[in-house]
């Protein structure tokens, strides 16, 4: 399979996530020599419905959203015809009294109240005895993604879902997997008052008290497990483990999920973020949902795939020479011009200029740059 034969780009921030997502491949293509001689990118390829994959990890150790933008940059670089971006993974959610936000739940990045999906909650100013004022702007997911998101909206609120289906199918062809990406037990998601903190190294289950925990029910049989909840994801550089902020940018934004990468790509090249629910953001944050939170995300962003039509790569197209805009809504931009852009958000002004001209002079000729 050639490289322009790909048209969705999924990115994953740790290996939990990549696992999943290799995981829902209906089949795997070789990986090699397929990539700009400049890519470091490690790849997994396939199929996944009509769609053909490219699926790639943030390196070992690295987080956040600039090292999320230059893994996009150079996917986009190497598979110029991706024309989906999806950045699939895990986040801690927000439950409120108007989301009733489980773990293993998934939360879709939607626009909601003047925001675009995502909203990068530490860029704004600081002013001096006045609140933190968000100056951030996100671009929207692209057409062709939020319409199958409403599609498969519509279909779920009236058929209900499948995904803890896929979810046992995709762990029964892969066992080695059983262990850690099963489904937790109900009783091991604890939601605990925002005031009350975690203390110690002990586990909640052992160090933290039960009497602070917020009271919930089971899910009925009519109620969709997991459910999906679509709105505001924030984004930003730092990892939020604080109740009590959480609360504070749920209650101003609405906000009911948080990353670190969305922010990096978003105005780079249009893109959905799917985030399964592994923590609350708070201190008691723990890692025994990730595998679970991972899959669930994973099988929505597949279940998704299947509502949107196979794109026919831009090769088979005729060329398109006036597309030199630098326009974010995604029409008439060639992916590699969305990477190019990635590149200058990446680096600095100077160093960007020495490595695009390196870029140039390997990559292949219809990769162009906007100085
Ligand atoms: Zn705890």
């Not at 779920?156 to 037990?185: C, F, Q, V, W």
């Not at 091991?188 to 925002?194: A, C």
């Not at 925990?213 to 497990?225: F, H, N, S, T, W």
């Not at 708070?282 to 597949?302: C, L, R, V």
Request: charged share 20%; aromatic share 8%.
């Amino acid at each position: 399979m050639k490289s322009s034969n790909y048209t969705v780009g999924w990115i994953c921030a740790i290996k939990t996530e990549y696992v999943a997502a290799q995981a829902f491949l209906d089949e795997e293509h070789n990986t090699s020599s397929r990539r700009s001689y400049h890519d470091p990118n490690d790849y997994t390829l396939g199929r996944m419905g009509k769609h053909n994959v490219v699926i790639a990890v943030l390196p070992n150790g690295e987080y956040g959203k600039s090292s999320a933008a230059a893994v996009m940059s150079h996917m986009l670089h190497s598979f110029p015809n991706i024309r989906v971006m999806l950045m699939v993974g895990i986040g801690g959610g927000v439950p409120s009294a108007r989301h009733d936000i489980r773990l293993g739940d998934v939360v879709v990045s939607s626009p909601s109240g003047g925001n675009s999906g995502v909203f990068q909650f530490d860029f704004g100013k600081s002013v001096q005895d006045q609140r933190f004022y968000h100056t951030g702007f996100m671009n929207q997911p692209p057409t062709v993604l939020r319409t199958a998101v409403a599609g498969l909206e519509a279909s779920y609120e009236r058929k209900g879902h499948k995904l803890r289906k896929s979810i046992d199918t995709a762990l029964s062809y892969n066992p080695r997997l059983g262990r850690k990406y099963s489904k937790p037990s109900w009783s091991s998601d604890r939601l605990y008052i925002s005031g009350y903190i975690h203390g110690g190294k002990l586990a909640c289950a052992d160090g933290c008290s039960s009497d602070y925990l917020i009271p919930r029910q089971p899910r009925g049989r009519q109620e969709d497990d997991p459910a999906i909840h679509y709105g505001l994801i924030a984004s930003g550089d730092t990892l939020m483990k604080d109740a009590i902020i959480r609360d504070t940018l749920a209650e101003e934004h609405d906000v009911l999920c948080f990353e670190m990468e969305a922010a990096g790509l978003m105005n780079n090249f249009p893109c959905l973020v799917i985030r399964g629910i592994c923590d609350y953001a708070d201190s008691h944050k723990n890692k025994e949902w990730q595998g679970y939170a991972a899959m669930a995300a994973a099988a929505y962003a597949k279940d998704l795939l299947k509502r949107v039509s196979p794109m026919t790569p831009s090769s088979e197209q005729a060329p398109d020479e006036d597309s030199s805009s630098k326009s974010h809504q995604g029409q008439g931009n060639t992916s590699a011009d969305f990477a190019s852009e990635a590149l200058q958000i990446y680096l600095s002004d100077d160093a960007y200029d020495v490595v695009a001209q390196r870029f140039l002079r390997a990559a292949e000729p219809t990769f162009r740059v906007h100085q």
